[in-house]
């Protein structure tokens, strides 16, 4: 998969990304348990377990998990998961795993359907999630996990060291608990946390046994929410507060936690899916730029009964909603939550849009706080472009003709940029240049009118959009549209590279994001297409992302023979060379990636033009090295082999695959990569400013193997031709790429580009670059070009743009 997660409203409710945060390497089964000495929870935590559901002599018909949220504001479940082991796991024992979506209630509840038995004559109450995993009735572990990724840990010490686990539960005799195991279960008894939700991590004593209680985030403990009603009025006087009293002049609102009554508006949108509720605009502003004259009235499950139109008086809890959770990072939305509302007037005129244009949004992006919050500095929204967004949330804005500078995806999400003469591409984009440069023009399009929107890097988007502001964990402030432009095509076309002459070797670095057997067809060819036209058929492609022959399925399968071979099957068929293959299986789970799928490097070379030279002694385990030097020259311990795979910086990452090919006589090295992730990194646009790059450590870790080893070979043979490529997963201007670089040892041909060509990737409308190609001082003149097919485009066949290098 991509290094980012991709982007969408993914709000309470909606759908959760795709890319899970890398996970521990479970340890050894011991003998005696260990207990987790995880942080307690100050907010979302497991508050009840039952696994007899549908037993004999059970009057539930289904398992049940019920989370409970301790903290002041809703506690978002986007991309979050309970999972479930066995109480005595074996080695080869899995962790069952239930998505989550939509949010647990500040002080509230969240209720996870499980399997259902056979006896039983009650149902649970409405649950928010449904899963199929069928627990114990007297043994078991339950996590509450900031991923969807199966863990895969098996003790209490490796779990406890898992940064993803919020909070684990062991009862009955289960070897994985925090502290002692909490009491076991049965057929009709399940174990509560008290009211209080406190969590000393000790199961024992935050656990006691009882009759299985279920509620849900509705707060019932039975039938389904009903929606949120709106009264006729018997009182139309306001109330005390209007929206701006309730936004105040920094990103928290002074009222936060308190209950405010009959605040006015009018009803800007609706949003019926996801995270339902509404806005609402006070069309009689205050004179204070910085405080906003919108708000969000939260509706939890219930779908919202007013109109857009309608002049209501809402009452509710004043909260503030961190997408993801406050320690993502993200900023925060103000809002209403347990709302009422009585509705005066309907079809009333809805306050003016504010319209935004090239010189609406300040060049500087953010304030800067050493690395700290945000949150308490006062908004200036003329100086800074997240301060002038805050000081609109909830408002309704417009924009004009804009350009495309972030394809539509999946979530029917499309970037625009409000300053098209702000870093433009060539082709139509935004050019990431650096950490000081993020690009403040930047704006995502989100439609609330249910139009799809299919448009490429380089389009227009014609005519008025507006809508309320909103804030998302991905992607950062964004317009919910009621009125979405016209799509006017840019013209943009794919790439074709130019074709290696016959005194030249092509190389080249894909990453084909999660190829497996298990995919279509369509995929395959559309993958080999690339390969054959655009790329102009390479001698040597190092691919990513290759998956074993069963994909996700994990089962034990660590071969890619199948998937290679179809993948070559679809190049021949697209009029390609007849590829032959070379990699190293990895041991089974250890490489990260989606679950089951054991992803890898791999090299693709034409025997026709090049040779590779088989040298015995690599497996997944032994590091290849290199040996020889002098007259005889430098060689590889083993051919094909993995850098250093036992070295930390590798865990649950892919280890670099190392090759020695002979192209006309000349030795030259391959070296194949796929740096872990940027999944756990705070956002550009989040509150946390600048930004931690957490996940930027290990990459540079990674890096220092890599450069170590480059230098040996040089160390032998100061003229070795080595090409180090691959999904670095970071920027031409980041750490781990100095590292790599150092010394001089390697060349990153990006930055043989002109600067606004940089890129082989779009996130969050910004064109940047994480995939790259570097050699080393012996390969002169190199012919490098990124090949531009899938990044800027809606219709993908992988999220990355590939790049190719032909030397003589």
Same mark, same amino acid.
């Given at each position: 998969?991509?290094?980012?997660?991709?982007?969408?409203?993914?709000?309470?409710?909606?759908?959760?990304?795709?890319?899970?945060?890398?996970?521990?390497?479970?340890?050894?089964?011991?003998?005696?348990?260990?207990?987790?000495?995880?942080?307690?929870?100050?907010?979302?935590?497991?508050?009840?377990?039952?696994?007899?559901?549908?037993?004999?002599?059970?009057?539930?018909?289904?398992?049940?998990?019920?989370?409970?949220?301790?903290?002041?504001?809703?506690?978002?479940?986007?991309?979050?998961?309970?999972?479930?082991?066995?109480?005595?796991?074996?080695?080869?024992?899995?962790?069952?795993?239930?998505?989550?979506?939509?949010?647990?209630?500040?002080?509230?509840?969240?209720?996870?359907?499980?399997?259902?038995?056979?006896?039983?004559?009650?149902?649970?109450?409405?649950?928010?999630?449904?899963?199929?995993?069928?627990?114990?009735?007297?043994?078991? %572990?339950?996590?509450?996990?900031?991923?969807?990724?199966?863990?895969?840990?098996?003790?209490?010490?490796?779990?406890?060291?898992?940064?993803?686990?919020?909070?684990?539960?062991?009862?009955?005799?289960?070897?994985?608990?925090?502290?002692?195991?909490?009491?076991?279960?049965?057929?009709?008894?399940?174990?509560?946390?008290?009211?209080?939700?406190?969590?000393?991590?000790?199961?024992?004593?935050?656990?006691?046994?009882?009759?299985?209680?279920?509620?849900?985030?509705?707060?019932? !403990?039975? !039938?389904?929410?009903?929606?949120?009603?709106?009264?006729?009025?018997?009182?139309?006087?306001?109330?005390?507060?209007?929206? =701006?009293?309730?936004?105040?002049? &920094?990103?928290?609102?002074?009222?936060?936690?308190?209950?405010?009554? =009959?605040?006015?508006?009018?009803?800007?949108?609706?949003?019926?899916?996801?995270?339902?509720?509404?806005?609402?605009?006070?069309?009689?502003?205050?004179?204070?730029?910085?405080?906003?004259?919108?708000?969000?009235?939260?509706?939890?499950?219930?779908?919202?009964?007013?109109?857009?139109?309608?002049?209501?008086?809402?009452?509710?809890?004043?909260?503030?909603?961190?997408?993801?959770?406050?320690?993502?990072?993200?900023?925060?939305?103000?809002?209403?939550?347990?709302?009422?509302?009585?509705?005066?007037?309907?079809?009333?005129?809805?306050?003016?849009?504010?319209?935004?244009?090239?010189?609406?949004?300040?060049?500087?992006?953010?304030?800067?706080?050493?690395?700290?919050?945000?949150?308490?500095?006062?908004?200036?929204?003329?100086?800074?472009?997240?301060?002038?967004?805050?000081?609109?949330?909830?408002?309704?804005?417009?924009?004009?003709?804009?350009?495309?500078?972030?394809?539509?995806?999946?979530?029917?999400?499309?970037?625009?940029?409000?300053?098209?003469?702000?870093?433009?591409?060539?082709?139509?984009? %935004?050019?990431?240049?650096?950490?000081?440069?993020?690009?403040?023009?930047?704006?995502?399009?989100?439609?609330?009118?249910?139009?799809?929107?299919?448009?490429?890097?380089?389009?227009?988007?014609?005519?008025?959009?507006?809508?309320?502001?909103?804030?998302?964990?991905?992607?950062?402030?964004?317009?919910?549209?009621?009125?979405?432009?016209?799509?006017?095509?840019?013209?943009? &076309?794919?790439?074709?590279?130019?074709?290696?002459?016959?005194?030249?070797?092509?190389?080249?670095?894909?990453?084909?994001?999660?190829?497996?057997?298990?995919?279509?067809?369509?995929?395959?060819?559309?993958?080999?297409?690339?390969?054959?036209?655009?790329?102009?058929?390479?001698?040597?492609?190092?691919?990513?992302?290759?998956?074993?022959?069963?994909?996700?399925?994990?089962?034990?399968?660590?071969?890619?023979?199948?998937?290679?071979?179809?993948?070559?099957?679809?190049?021949?068929?697209?009029?390609?060379?007849?590829?032959?293959?070379?990699?190293?299986?990895?041991?089974?789970?250890?490489? !990260?990636?989606?679950?089951?799928?054991?992803?890898?490097?791999?090299?693709?070379?034409?025997?026709?033009?090049?040779?590779?030279?088989?040298?015995?002694?690599?497996?997944?385990?032994?590091?290849?090295?290199?040996?020889?030097?002098?007259?005889?020259?430098?060689?590889?311990?083993?051919?094909?082999?993995?850098?250093?795979?036992?070295?930390?910086?590798?865990?649950?990452?892919?280890?670099?695959?190392?090759?020695?090919?002979?192209?006309?006589?000349?030795?030259?090295?391959?070296? !194949?990569?796929?740096?872990?992730?940027?999944?756990?990194?705070?956002?550009?646009?989040?509150?946390?400013?600048?930004?931690?790059?957490?996940?930027?450590?290990?990459?540079? &870790?990674?890096?220092?193997?890599?450069?170590?080893?480059?230098?040996?070979?040089?160390?032998?043979?100061?003229?070795?031709?080595?090409?180090?490529?691959?999904?670095?997963?970071?920027?031409?201007?980041?750490?781990?790429?100095?590292?790599?670089?150092?010394?001089?040892?390697?060349?990153?041909?990006?930055?043989?580009?002109?600067?606004?060509?940089?890129?082989?990737?779009?996130?969050?409308?910004?064109?940047?670059?994480?995939? =790259?190609?570097?050699?080393?001082?012996?390969?002169?003149?190199?012919?490098?070009?990124?090949?531009?097919?899938?990044?800027?485009?809606?219709?993908?066949?992988?999220?990355?743009?590939?790049?190719?290098?032909?030397?003589?």
């Amino acid at each position: 998969m991509s290094a980012h997660i991709p982007l969408s409203l993914r709000g309470r409710g909606a759908k959760a990304g795709l890319i899970a945060l890398p996970l521990g390497i479970a340890g050894s089964l011991i003998a005696l348990p260990l207990t987790a000495q995880a942080a307690p929870s100050p907010d979302a935590v497991v508050s009840e377990v039952y696994g007899g559901g549908g037993n004999s002599g059970a009057s539930l018909t289904n398992d049940f998990i019920e989370l409970g949220n301790a903290g002041g504001a809703p506690f978002d479940l986007s991309g979050w998961s309970v999972q479930y082991l066995s109480g005595s796991p074996t080695a080869g024992s899995k962790w069952q795993v239930t998505p989550l979506d939509g949010a647990i209630p500040a002080g509230g509840n969240y209720l996870v359907q499980e399997a259902k038995g056979t006896a039983g004559d009650t149902a649970l109450p409405t649950p928010d999630a449904t899963g199929t995993i069928a627990m114990s009735a007297t043994s078991g %572990t339950v996590a509450l996990v900031h991923s969807t990724t199966a863990l895969t840990c098996l003790t209490a010490a490796d779990c406890a060291a898992d940064g993803t686990v919020q909070d684990l539960v062991g009862f009955g005799t289960a070897v994985v608990r925090e502290g002692g195991p909490a009491t076991g279960t049965s057929n009709t008894t399940s174990v509560a946390r008290a009211a209080s939700l406190a969590d000393t991590d000790d199961n024992a004593a935050d656990f006691t046994g009882g009759t299985p209680s279920p509620r849900n985030a509705a707060g019932g !403990g039975s !039938g389904d929410p009903s929606p949120t009603p709106t009264p006729s009025p018997t009182d139309t006087t306001p109330g005390p507060l209007r929206i =701006h009293d309730i936004q105040g002049s &920094t990103r928290t609102s002074p009222q936060n936690g308190k209950t405010v009554t =009959h605040v006015p508006g009018v009803v800007t949108g609706v949003r019926s899916t996801g995270s339902k509720g509404y806005w609402i605009q006070d069309p009689e502003p205050d004179q204070n730029p910085a405080t906003s004259e919108g708000l969000f009235v939260f509706t939890g499950s219930a779908t919202p009964l007013v109109k857009v139109g309608d002049s209501v008086l809402v009452s509710g809890k004043v909260s503030e909603y961190y997408p993801g959770g406050q320690s993502g990072g993200s900023q925060s939305v103000t809002e209403l939550t347990g709302p009422t509302a009585a509705v005066l007037s309907t079809g009333d005129k809805l306050p003016a849009a504010e319209a935004v244009d090239a010189q609406t949004l300040p060049d500087a992006y953010a304030p800067q706080a050493d690395g700290g919050r945000i949150d308490s500095l006062e908004l200036k929204p003329g100086t800074y472009a997240l301060d002038w967004l805050e000081s609109r949330e909830g408002m309704r804005v417009q924009i004009g003709d804009s350009r495309v500078v972030g394809a539509s995806n999946t979530y029917n999400e499309t970037w625009i940029t409000t300053k098209p003469e702000q870093n433009p591409t060539p082709r139509g984009g %935004t050019i990431y240049k650096g950490y000081d440069s993020p690009n403040s023009g930047r704006l995502l399009i989100t439609p609330l009118t249910g139009d799809q929107v299919h448009a490429n890097v380089g389009d227009t988007l014609t005519g008025t959009t507006a809508g309320p502001v909103d804030y998302s964990g991905y992607g950062g402030y964004n317009v919910q549209a009621t009125q979405v432009g016209t799509v006017t095509s840019g013209g943009l &076309t794919p790439d074709v590279a130019k074709k290696a002459k016959s005194n030249e070797l092509s190389v080249a670095t894909y990453n084909v994001e999660n190829l497996d057997p298990m995919d279509p067809q369509s995929k395959f060819d559309r993958l080999a297409e690339g390969v054959v036209k655009n790329l102009a058929s390479p001698d040597i492609v190092s691919l990513e992302e290759i998956q074993d022959d069963n994909g996700p399925k994990d089962d034990g399968t660590v071969t890619a023979d199948k998937t290679m071979d179809q993948f070559i099957e679809a190049i021949k068929a697209a009029g390609g060379p007849a590829y032959d293959w070379r990699s190293v299986d990895p041991v089974d789970d250890q490489d !990260g990636g989606e679950p089951g799928g054991n992803i890898r490097n791999v090299f693709l070379f034409n025997p026709k033009r090049v040779t590779f030279v088989d040298r015995p002694g690599g497996d997944s385990t032994t590091a290849v090295e290199a040996v020889g030097g002098g007259k005889k020259g430098v060689r590889l311990s083993a051919s094909p082999g993995r850098i250093n795979p036992a070295s930390g910086a590798w865990k649950s990452s892919r280890k670099p695959l190392v090759g020695e090919f002979v192209f006309r006589g000349e030795q030259i090295f391959v070296v !194949g990569n796929h740096f872990n992730s940027k999944g756990g990194d705070q956002p550009v646009h989040g509150a946390v400013q600048p930004p931690v790059l957490g996940s930027e450590t290990q990459r540079v &870790t990674q890096a220092t193997e890599v450069n170590t080893f480059v230098r040996s070979l040089l160390a032998k043979d100061r003229k070795a031709k080595i090409v180090v490529l691959g999904d670095l997963n970071d920027y031409q201007f980041s750490k781990p790429l100095a590292t790599l670089t150092a010394g001089g040892v390697l060349k990153d041909l990006i930055n043989t580009l002109p600067v606004n060509e940089r890129y082989s990737y779009v996130y969050d409308g910004n064109s940047q670059t994480l995939d =790259h190609i570097l050699v080393s001082p012996a390969i002169k003149k190199p012919d490098y070009e990124v090949v531009h097919i899938n990044a800027e485009f809606s219709d993908q066949s992988s999220d990355h743009d590939p790049q190719v290098v032909r030397i003589k």
